[in-house]
């Protein structure tokens, strides 16, 4: 196929559809397309989860999530069940957005929520309908749901399969799912009707001049994880040069910025640092990996692999710069770290650089205290043994090291004289480089960066 765009566009047509799972994409999901004017049925077995979306909040943080589910929940665009018959016949369309996290021990994705949501659904599917999938999965998936859909529904080859991978990045989901940059859609030849569905449901989308490609289930299924394949790996690429950078006393932020200004590399999401997290990056990195031995062609996904290994080895760099900065002893040393969540303006802590650090450095013999905008809950549950406060001002009193490492704004607001006299030392390291140098020097502080001399 690989058509762009083509076909027909619906005008002021709406349709019902189902969101099952309805974690950080499929809640979104379900409130941006109740967004687009569609009447929007969530699905999740966690009944706690159902109950908190219907009093129109997220279970989780996501910038402007609340005052959409609220909107819509209100006008009764937008309701959520725990039942899968109620969203067996509320429509004929239905999106999958269940979690497809990295298998424990493996680096496989774990495809056991994904397969268990379709056979719970499939029986009460009693005609034609379209299953489009969102979840980030391995080639050959599609297959295997289209397998379970003729064995297990009554309508059988009348349930058609199509692939409609995400590309949400967390803080900006909202925006990214009401005007991606691009939207892929994956058929095989003969789901002449699958396509007109999907077509109805992102008209407005599409209409508003959304490059639209039209392709194959298998390029659809591998969209998603080669997307951030090579966001890791420009990612990384920036951080190995920070440490070519911090062996010869170079500047890894004026490079990245000379780097930029070619437009065949481009400075989006080329940001030295402390490197990536989250619930996408590492394990969609990974998962592409697998997915490629599976298929015969490891050999080509060797920058993958050492892609990944940058991205710990900044974790360690951290470390070892802080062991520095304390004269080689963290021993009973109070360090003070300024994030948990994995990147700003978001709750989530998998996988976060930050905590990685902290936890290392308490496991060191520190003191370390924990303090952020959003994630502190998630973090206390996950890392118990660490301390923590609301307060990123009164969490320096009595430090001997301040580590900045999630670039919240509201971490750049503080003014660094207003701390100088907190800490036993007015020591800083800035592990993602936002900070100003020049500031922090002039209010007295020993300033630190990755890369940076």
Not at 4 to 31: M, N
Request: glycine content about 8%; proline content about 5%; charged content about 25%.
């Amino acid at each position: 196929m690989g058509r762009p765009g083509g076909g027909p566009i619906w005008k002021d047509t709406l349709v019902k559809l189902t969101v099952v799972g309805c974690g950080y994409l499929g809640a979104t999901h379900a409130a941006c397309m109740a967004e687009l004017g569609h009447e929007v049925l969530g699905m999740d077995s966690d009944m706690d989860k159902v109950s908190v979306l219907n009093s129109g909040k997220a279970p989780f943080f996501e910038r402007d999530l609340d005052e959409l589910l609220a909107k819509h929940t209100a006008s009764g665009q937008l309701k959520f069940t725990a039942s899968y018959a109620e969203a067996a016949h509320f429509a004929d369309l239905h999106f999958i957005g269940v979690g497809t996290p990295q298998t424990p021990g493996m680096d496989t994705y774990d495809l056991t929520h994904l397969y268990s949501a379709v056979r719970q659904l499939a029986p009460r599917l009693t005609g034609p309908a379209v299953i489009a999938v969102k979840s980030t999965v391995p080639v050959g998936t599609a297959r295997r749901v289209a397998e379970i859909l003729r064995e297990f529904s009554r309508a059988g080859d009348r349930v058609e399969v199509a692939w409609n991978p995400e590309f949400l990045r967390e803080s900006f989901a909202i925006e990214d799912t009401l005007h991606p940059d691009r939207l892929v859609l994956g058929f095989q030849e003969e789901q002449a009707w699958a396509e007109v569905m999907l077509r109805q449901c992102f008209a407005k989308i599409i209409e508003s001049g959304t490059p639209t490609i039209v392709t194959d289930w298998a390029t659809a299924e591998l969209a998603k994880g080669a997307a951030n394949s090579f966001l890791a790996t420009k990612i990384s690429f920036i951080n190995a040069m920070a440490e070519i950078c911090e062996k010869s006393d170079a500047d890894v932020r004026q490079l990245a910025e000379i780097l930029g200004h070619d437009l065949r590399i481009g400075r989006r999401g080329m940001r030295p640092g402390l490197g990536f997290g989250g619930g996408c990056l590492p394990k969609d990195i990974r998962g592409f990996i697998a997915q490629a031995a599976a298929l015969g062609a490891e050999a080509a996904t060797g920058i993958l692999r050492e892609a990944d290994a940058v991205n710990h080895r900044r974790r360690e760099a951290m470390v070892e710069l802080a062991r520095e900065q304390l004269d080689g002893n963290l021993m009973g040393k109070r360090i003070t770290i300024w994030g948990a969540a994995f990147k700003p303006n978001t709750d989530d802590i998998r996988d976060s650089p930050a905590l990685a650090v902290a936890h290392k450095l308490h496991e060191l013999g520190a003191t370390v205290t924990v303090t952020d905008p959003k994630a502190l809950d998630n973090a206390r549950k996950l890392h118990p043994e660490l301390d923590y406060i609301e307060d990123p001002i009164a969490a320096v009193q009595d430090t001997d090291l301040l580590l900045h490492l999630t670039e919240w704004a509201e971490f750049g607001h503080i003014d660094p004289h207003r701390l100088a006299h907190r800490p036993t030392q007015p020591l800083i390291i800035d592990g993602r480089g936002t900070l100003n140098p020049d500031t922090w020097r002039e209010a007295g502080w020993a300033y630190r960066s990755l890369g940076r001399p």
